[in-house]
């Protein structure tokens, strides 16, 4: 009976976590425009895919695709992050992986196709 009751809320952890992890906002980030932010105090990261970031530059900008971080986070300056994400999952995925590895995300804005994204959260 007990194995059983493990074996079921096993994978209901592992749904809970998996949602918690790309839909709850991060707290204490504040959203900004990219050039409103001073690029040599703050590491601009641009987390889109690169076929997507690559029709709306970011110049100055470090581009590294979440499905990079694994081999590619090293290469990140070590100062305050300006996360740019396309959007809301984007960006909790990508904050909660850099703050994994030691990072401090302090700000983000979110890029849509032809124009900034406001959001609530």
């Known amino acids: 009976m007990i194995a059983s009751t493990m074996l079921i ?12 992890k790309r839909h709850i906002p991060v707290l ?5 425009q990219p050039n409103e932010i001073d690029s040599e105090s703050y590491t ?3 987390v889109r895919a690169y ?8 110049s100055e900008a470090f581009n590294l695709p979440i499905s990079y971080f694994t081999r590619g986070y090293k290469e990140i300056p070590k100062k305050p992050i300006h996360l740019i994400a ?8 990508a904050t909660r992986l850099l703050h994994q590895k030691g990072f401090k995300v302090s700000s983000y804005s979110l890029m849509g196709k ?3 994204q406001t959001a609530c959260c």
């Open 9 to 20: 809320g096993l994978p209901v952890s592992i749904a809970v976590y998996s949602v918690y």
């Open 28 to 32: 204490g980030l504040k959203q900004a």
């Open 44 to 46: 601009l990261l641009d």
């Open 51 to 58: 076929n997507v970031s690559d029709k709306e530059l970011v």
């Open 86 to 93: 396309e959007n809301q999952v984007e960006k909790n995925l």
């Open 114 to 116: 032809s124009k900034m």
